[in-house]
């Protein structure tokens, strides 16, 4: 006769090759033990290959991150971009601690010669996918709290971003399921006039984002049948604007909070078909969104190539193009 240990122990979901759920709530991520970019790191205050600084914050009880400085920055009247980045992983996986984003951040940092707020929020399925999304709402709100011109309103406001960011300048940036996250703030920036009273979102750059649209064949991706295991039952499908901002009962696209967008999508991408991208185009410009749209098409790389090999000439090219959108 089994016991009850053995029956909390029952797998009821797993994502072959990425991680598994128990019957007792426990999830097993074991895609961690693979490879070495995705253990934890420590920030740097001395990076010398990049000429970066790094340091972790908490923002909230929930939400914390990792800032990124340009060590170039000599003096207090020295203002630079802000990116408030969020990492990927099919809304499951993934850490703004990993090494992949840590040194992925210190490239584009310092291509960008901006700040970095790079933020961890908390994972499903353990959480509703709507918690994750209040943690990255959090997390750029806190961000934009420094734009207050008093001195220092708070002890939580960090000096970092407070002393050398251009507000003017701030972008939101994902890749897989950060460009999720990304379509959402954009949204819900655009309902409320801004991140707050003085802040707007000047550009936001989706890589590979995860979106679901009824495509051929769509239910036998990964992406698909991740999305059926970690979504709660009322959003399980393609109907959810959560995952499909086409979908039917999906608020306009012409509500998108940010004057410009970068689009990009891989020609391989296994997991996120590239037809995805093409329909988020062309359904942002049937909704009459007024900002500036570019879409990128990297040919011949799978999904997020980038992330792993930051220093190779291809990777090279596109960071440079996403410090390009970010600087302008």
């Not at 909704?287 to 220093?311: N, R």
Request: aromatic residues 10%; glycine residues 6%; charged residues 20%.
């Amino acid at each position: 006769m089994a016991n009850s240990n053995d029956n909390n122990n029952e797998i009821v979901a797993e994502m072959h090759g990425f991680y598994r759920i128990y019957k007792d709530g426990q999830v097993e991520r074991y895609i961690y033990q693979k490879s070495i970019l995705l253990t934890y790191v420590s920030p740097l205050l001395d990076d010398p290959k990049n000429n970066i600084s790094s340091k972790d914050v908490i923002i909230s009880p929930h939400v914390s991150a990792r800032l990124y400085l340009p060590k170039n920055t000599t003096n207090s009247t020295q203002k630079h971009p802000i990116i408030v980045y969020y990492h990927g992983g099919a809304l499951v996986l993934g850490s703004a601690f990993f090494k992949t984003y840590h040194n992925y951040l210190n490239v584009l940092v310092s291509k960008a010669n901006a700040i970095a707020i790079s933020v961890e929020y908390r994972l499903a399925p353990e959480h509703d996918v709507t918690t994750i999304y209040e943690d990255s709402w959090t997390a750029l709100q806190w961000v934009a709290s420094h734009a207050n011109e008093k001195k220092f309103t708070s002890d939580n406001e960090d000096p970092w971003i407070k002393n050398y960011g251009d507000f003017s300048r701030l972008s939101i940036i994902g890749d897989s399921a950060g460009g999720n996250i990304v379509y959402h703030m954009a949204m819900r920036a655009g309902r409320e006039g801004g991140i707050n009273e003085k802040v707007t979102i000047n550009s936001s750059i989706f890589v590979c984002p995860y979106f679901l649209v009824p495509i051929e064949n769509i239910e036998e991706h990964a992406s698909y049948k991740n999305w059926l295991i970690i979504s709660s039952p009322s959003e399980a499908g393609l109907h959810s604007p959560l995952i499909n901002p086409l979908a039917e009962n999906a608020p306009s696209l012409s509500q998108l909070g940010c004057s410009k967008m970068l689009l990009c999508f891989m020609e391989k991408d296994e997991y996120i078909p590239k037809e995805i991208g093409v329909r988020f185009v062309e359904g942002v410009k049937r909704s009459g969104w007024k900002g500036d749209l570019e879409l990128i098409e990297v040919e011949g790389e799978g999904h997020c190539f980038q992330l792993a090999s930051p220093e190779i000439e291809k990777s090279q090219d596109l960071i440079k193009r996403f410090a390009a959108f970010i600087q302008h």
